[in-house]
């Protein structure tokens, strides 16, 4: 009987903490200035799921299960990921990204007029 006893207790305590959800919160911010970054998207690596950031740049996520990768996103920002393996407040500071876009070339003409006459003279 007392190992019985011993073997309940022990799936007493383990089940709930097996089942555990975890509340992640944390904030997003620029890594070279420091200024918060709202609508900064924030993923639970796998799971399909996660939240934004408010014009505070914070969040609060439900996690499943931990350890469990978050993967950052913010347009003009590279995408950070960070494993999260308590409930512990994270502090993200996405890095800037520069984008180098060709050359641009704009003229005084409809571009359309442009393909109807190539078109007439074939």
């Known amino acids: 009987m007392p190992r019985f006893a ?8 383990i089940a709930p903490t ?3 959800q975890v ?3 944390g ?12 609508a900064a998207t924030i993923e639970v690596a796998g799971a399909g799921r996660g939240t934004i950031s408010n014009t505070d740049g914070r969040f609060a996520l439900r996690i499943e299960q931990v350890p469990a990768e978050l993967i950052v996103r913010f347009i003009g ?6 494993t999260v393996t308590t409930a512990a407040a994270l502090d993200i500071q996405l890095t800037p990204s520069a984008f180098e ?5 704009v003229g005084s003409e409809d571009p359309g007029i442009e393909i ?3 078109v007439i003279e074939r």
Request: proline content about 5%; cysteine-free.
């Open 23 to 25: 509340v992640v919160t």
């Open 77 to 82: 920002y590279e995408t950070a990921r960070r």
């Open 6 to 13: 011993t073997v309940l207790l022990l799936l007493l305590f």
């Open 27 to 38: 904030t997003i911010r620029d890594g070279a200035t420091g200024e918060s970054l709202p």
């Open 116 to 118: 109807l006459r190539r």
């Open 18 to 20: 097996a089942r555990a």
């Open 101 to 105: 876009l060709p050359e641009l070339v």
